[in-house]
Structures are given as C-alpha cells and as structure tokens.
C-alpha cells in the first residue's frame, strides 16, 4: 500500500509537471503567433513589438469607410477647411492642405494594415497645422509612448553660435522619470561608453542618422502639426517646460518622446563635454505603456478594449429619459492640452483648447530648474514670483483652464493684486506650452491687467464667426422650434450676441441669412458677427490697470495656443505688451502664439447637438463613430485686430523679441525671467 500510494503521489507530480508544461507551451505559442499577447502586461518594450501588434489588424472596409465618413462630415463644421487649401500670408508656405480631396485619396487607397491607414489619416489633418482640427485613434496614439533618454535643446554659444546638444538635465530627467528601464539604455552604450550614459548630457550632436541634426528638426516639423509658424513647429523638437497643475513639468520634445512606435533607434554624432573626441552612438527607442491603455491578454481582447468606440466618443440626446452624463467619460479630453475638471459644464464654461495625439504628460523638471518659493496664492497651474530685483512680478500661467473659470479667474486676481502690493511695477507672464482652455479667463486676465478701457470694456475679446453649414442651420431652425428649452445647446441663440453687444432674441434664426463668400476657390458661408459672450463677468474686475500694459513681457517658446492666443494677440497688439519666444533656429520668423481660432470642439459635441434636436437620421449628419477616435475642430474663428475683416487665424503674430538660449538659461525658468526683466523690460 505504501509503494502503491509513492507511486500515485509521483505520477500525480508526473502528470502536474507535464500539464503546467503543457501549459507554458500552449502560452509561449500563444505569444508567439500574437503580436499583441506577446506586449500584453509589459511596462516596456521594444517599438518594433507594438508595431507587430499594431499591424497584425488588417484594414476591415466597413471601420475604414465609417472614419472617413464621420471626419469628413465634422469637418463641415470646421471653420478653416477652405483657409487651409492654402492659407494667406505668411503662411502661405506652411499651410497648403487640401484636406477634402486627401480624404477622397485615402478613401479609394489600399492599405496592408490598420495601423498604415491610421498614419495616413493621422499625418493628413496634421498638415493642416491647427491643433483645434487633429484626428486620433487611442486604439494606436499614445497606447504606449515611445521615448529616447536623451531629449535635445537648441542653444546658442557666446560667439552667437547656435548647435543643437543632448540637454544638460537629460541624464536627471531620464534617472527620475525612467529608473526602471535606464539600465536598458546603460547597457545599449557602445564599448566604453557602456554604463555612462551621464556622460552624454550636454554633448553637441553633430549629426542625427548621419545628416546634420536640422533634416530631423525639418522633418519633424512637417508632421507634427498643431502651429501654423515654421519656427513653432521646429521648437517643438526639442525639450522645454510647463507650469502644470501637477507642478513644473518637463516636455521631451518631439525627438525624445513619439505617440507611436515608428522608430527603433537614433544614431548620433555627438562629442562630450570636455572632449574633442567625435563619438557615434545608437541609442534604442524604448516603448512604455501609456495612461489611456486598456489591459489586454491577446489580439481580441487588445482591439476590443482599446479601439472600439466607448462612452462619451459620440454624442447623446441630452434630452434622453435615461441619459447619465459624465464628462470624465470623454475621450477628447484625455487628448486636450490643459486640465479639463470633470465637473466642468464646457457648454457654459467655453474652451478653446488645443489637442494632442500625446496626453499630456507629468514628467517632473529637474529640482535644479525649478523655481522656488512661489508667493501665496499660488495653486495649480497659477504660479507667482517677485524677482531679486523687487520690481519684477512673474505670472507663470501653465493653462486657461483648472478647476473652474470663477476659481481660476479669483486666483489670477489676487495673485496680481499681491504682486502689485508687494512692489511690482512691470510683469513677465510666461505662458510656455500653454494650450489654451476657458475663453473667458482669456479676456478676464487681459480686462484686469490692462483695465477699463476702450479695448477691454464692452469687451476684452475679438468678435467671432461660426460656419454656417445646411446641417448648422437646421439644427438651429430645430432649436428656434423649440428642441432646446433648457438652453444646452451651442447653436441656442440665448447663448449668443449681435456685433453690438446686444443679445440674441429667443427664437431667433441667428445662421440666417448665411455670408457667402469664396475662399481658395471656394463657395463658404458663416454666420453673421457674433459678438461678446464673457461680459460683464461674474465677478466686478478692478476699477483700474493693475499694470501698465507696455511694462507687460508675454514669454514662452511660441507653444501658446487657443485661449493662451486670444489673451496675448489682444494685449500685444491693442495694449502694447512685449511678446518674447526664446530658443528657436536664427533666420527662422518666430511667432509668439498660434492656432489662435476662437472656439474649439470636437465631434462628440456636434454629434450631441445633432442628436438632441433629433437630426442624427438626417442625411447629412455624420454616422457614429464605430473606433475609439476624437475629431477636433474650430468652431468660431476670431476676427482680426489689425485687419478686423478677417480671421485672426491667419494674421501675422512675430515675436518682438527672439531671446537664445544657452548652457545657463535653457528649460530654467528663473534664468529666462531675469534674462527678459534685464534686456526686455
């Protein structure tokens, strides 16, 4: 009995070996043969891996056709589609998309997979260079983000020398932000270099691929889109900073961190700091998963969960018996670059607001580059500092959007008025990297600096126009019938003003009669001139000018956008405020904001309009989408200040001032502050 019960108990053990053996065979094919089962679970991995799960998915005609339906539908409510065939001087030469016929190109291509069709797609409305109008797709966009160690600065040497290097902080920000996968990229070093990636932190890259490090920048700059301005586009290659509602943040730039997994390595031509050797490394791309993914274990669990349409991708009938509204439920604000609370009504509280196919990140800027010490009632992304010299108060103003626009506007109030109290005669308002957010903060900042006057009172901002499509007016003439009594909707005229300030009457056909005009070639129609929708503010702004407008420095890397745009066109142009980009290539025109529009928003917000005055089964209304997708758009463009019968979109916005960058000022805020406060002020 015992020998017997010896024997069971080994076969038992025989029989378990061999099925968890058995088991690990059937995972190891598993992976094997599934590209996505192979990345499922994993922090890191190589580019070439998500891209084998990425094109393992081949094109499905019916999804195919549904994107470029839905896009193509949208952008009828896009105000600048005609603009951006080829927009006015001086962009002339950077923007020249003919989005519609690309549409009609894709549509009739052939494509090996989903992923050459997403590019394809994506890289169309990014040559349209507004980052109101973007495209993505988070069954692939940012799903992981792909980063190098080594983010790259443009700095210019004591001779007027510009070069471009790895950032002195690269090897900090890498340590901090990546210490569970340094190693890997210590390890990829070539000979004696292995284990000292420190070293390269500040090195002159002399080439990128073998070619001089500006085809990579220029290249760069033809995809990326967002900003119409050449020199806009190049800065973002490189790494700079936010004041972000998590703290001071650190943006890889273009070179070191990509929303998709099309690279597998950069080569670099560099010599170090204090050597005259010329070096050649290659350095890995590395692949992380991102914040927006969805777990997975094969290739139908990773489609299912990540690239089919969710809650909150469409619309909804806000009038629907059973309808539960979220907006923390909406993809498009994932993707929008500034802090969107979830509390947030944004159809009260109007944004104009960029979009990325990169969330926003909250990489940590080095503790050495931070500044210290703000002043009380700093919070979030509303920082203040009084410089050394006692006389320069600094605005650090990371967004137009946090928390709610009456806490905002409260925080920027105070924190100006105590700067004043404190001694503040002249301000710096640094607005690097700030996508926009809430219109009204925009014109409440611009009202309480500049004061009463003629350009801030009956109000601060510019008037505005809205496309005024067949689909635009009948989901009006629906609302004017009576399908909006709550006032939700964006075409509800209560909403809306005459050029004169006057409001809207209720019931008032307001798309009616549409201005015809031809742009590009092209019959359009817009609304008439819609006037204010800010003012008076909740809140009584000061009697008088907080500061004297021309003492005012508005400072960033020329990434202000959106709201950030609509506040420092106004104080530049009708107030006189001093505009500063720093860093940037010489020779190259700098604008110091851009893709100014006027409104922005995206599908699933025309999607609900349409649906809650009951058209989605009118013809020209745009199906569901059927992927995890967000389609942006300008809703309103703003009129121009210098020439006030046109958009100010496409008018010109040269920075005063090109401040370079060197070893001491580059991504230090602090150093930046005194820079401009010594030459500029």
Known sequence: MVASRSFLTTLSGILASAKFAAAETHLFDVRTSDPCAAIANKTWVAPSDVRACFTSFPVDPTIKANIIEVVNRTLAFHTSVNYEKSAPEPFTADVHEDVLADLARISGQ???????????????????????????????????????????????????????????????????????????????????????????????????????????????????????????????????????????????????QQSLPLVDNATLTIQRVNSNKIETVTLPYRSRIGTTAVPWTDATSFHDNNCVAIPGTNGFDLYAPDLRRSISEKPVNKFRQAP????????????????????????????????????????????????????????????????????LNSALLTGLQNLKDQGATQLIVDVSNNGGGFICVAHWLHRIIAGPKSTTEPQAGLDTETRDGPLAQLIVKQIVAGADPNNFLLYNPLNWRFANNTPFPAGF????????????????????????????????????????????????NGRCASSCSLFSVTMAKEEGAKTVVY??????????????????????EIDTEVKSTQLKNNTLAPPDFLTNSVQGITWRLGFGVDDPSKPEEWQNHPADVNLPLTTKTVNNPVAIWEQVAKTVL
């Open 340 to 407: 969107i609370p979830a509390t947030t009504n944004t159809r009260k509280a109007l944004l104009n607001v960029m979009l990325d196919t990169t969330p926003q990140q909250d990489i940590v800027l080095p503790p050495g580059l931070t500044p210290q010490d703000p002043l009380a009632g700093s919070t979030g992304v509303v920082q203040f500092f009084l410089l050394n010299d006692k006389k320069t108060g600094v605005l650090a103003l990371g967004s137009f959007s946090a928390g709610s626009a009456d806490s």
């Open 509 to 556: 056909d307001w798309l009616q009669p549409p201005v015809e005009i031809v742009i590009n070639g092209r019959q359009d129609a817009f609304s008439r001139r819609l006037g204010d929708e800010c003012q008076p503010f909740d809140s009584e702004p000061p009697s008088e000018a907080l500061f004297d407008p021309k003492k005012v420095a508005i400072v960033s």
């Open 110 to 256: 052939s494509y090996a997979n989903e992923l050459d069709l997403h590019v394809d797609l994506s890289r169309t409305l990014k040559r349209l260079d507004d980052g109101h109008c973007v495209y993505i797709n988070q069954c692939f966009d940012s799903l992981f983000l792909t980063f190098l160690p080594t983010p790259l600065v443009l700095l210019t040497d004591s001779a007027g020398h510009q070069s471009v290097h790895i950032a002195p902080e690269a090897f900090d920000v890498a340590t901090a932000e990546f210490k569970d996968e340094v190693q890997f990229w210590q390890n990829a070093l070539p000979g004696s270099l292995k284990g000292k990636l420190s070293s390269l932190s500040g090195a002159k890259v002399l080439a990128i691929n073998g070619q001089d490090p500006f085809v990579a920048v220029d290249a760069n700059a033809q995809i990326t889109g967002s900003f119409q301005g050449l020199g806009t586009r190049q800065n973002s290659f490189f790494s700079s900073y936010n004041s972000a509602s998590t703290g001071w943040t650190y943006i890889m730039g273009n070179f070191a």
């Open 583 to 604: 860093g940037g290539k010489q020779g190259v025109q700098q604008q110091y904001c851009g893709t100014v529009g006027g409104q922005s928003t995206d599908f699933s």
